[in-house]
Nanobody
Framework: QLQLVESGGGSVQAGGSLRLSCAAS????????MNWYRQAPGREREEREFVSSIDSNGSIRYADSVKGRFTISQGNAKNTWYLQMNSLNPEDTAMYYCEADPLQSFCPSTWGQGTQVTVSS
């Protein structure tokens, strides 16, 4: 069963940078697109905001709010994904989650436990 663990969150001042990591472990024969979402303080799980994704073909998408500031990538070992976040602002404050979104309908979606990012002005 696939498991995801995020890390790299922390507290920074506006204009600062952080790099989040999402490490996958466990056996699976499913194929996944990898997504980053964030949940702002006071928001419900259903209100998680899409941040970025990289699909199994390497195609990348970003939310308009992070374009030009955030960069998603996959590590050489193919079991770790990164979200480089630059020029952070207080509106980026949120819990950040990675999600493995399966291509096969009978495979489960998997979420990590999240990593907190706090940006102060």
């Amino acid at each position: 069963q696939l498991q995801l663990v995020e890390s790299g969150g922390g507290s920074v001042q506006a204009g600062g940078s952080l790099r989040l990591s999402c490490a996958a472990s466990g056996y699976t024969w499913c194929n996944y697109d990898m997504n980053w979402y964030r949940q702002a303080p006071g928001r419900e799980r259903e209100e998680r905001e899409f941040v970025s994704s990289i699909d199994s073909n390497g195609s990348i998408r970003y939310a308009d709010s992070v374009k030009g500031r955030f960069t998603i990538s996959q590590g050489n070992a193919k079991n770790t994904w990164y979200l480089q976040m630059n020029s952070l602002n207080p509106e980026d404050t949120a819990m950040y989650y990675c999600e493995a979104d399966p291509l096969q309908s009978f495979c489960p979606s998997t979420w990590g436990q999240g990593t907190q990012v706090t940006v102060s002005s």
